[in-house]
């Protein structure tokens, strides 16, 4: 549950701050919201398969020592 939370606090604080960023800063067009949500969409979805990739690899790792015990 507090991961949950942690994670939706997160993703609804910075996710939708990111996305009024760069359509101010960077295109300087609100009507270009839909290309921010496309940049931060992806963004999102590299970083979260890079987490998930370390993420196994360390579970992998701590499966093989849980069977030697």
Do not use: Q, R, W, Y
């Not at 960023?21 to 067009?29: E, L, S």
């Amino acid at each position: 549950a507090l991961f949950l939370l942690v994670s939706n606090l997160i993703g609804l604080g910075v996710g939708t701050t990111l996305v009024a960023i760069i359509t101010d800063k960077v295109f300087g067009n609100p009507l270009m919201v839909g290309s921010s949500l496309s940049i931060v969409g992806g963004l999102s979805c590299v970083l979260a398969l890079a987490l998930l990739f370390k993420g196994c690899k360390s579970f992998s790792e701590s499966m093989k020592l849980e069977k030697l015990h």
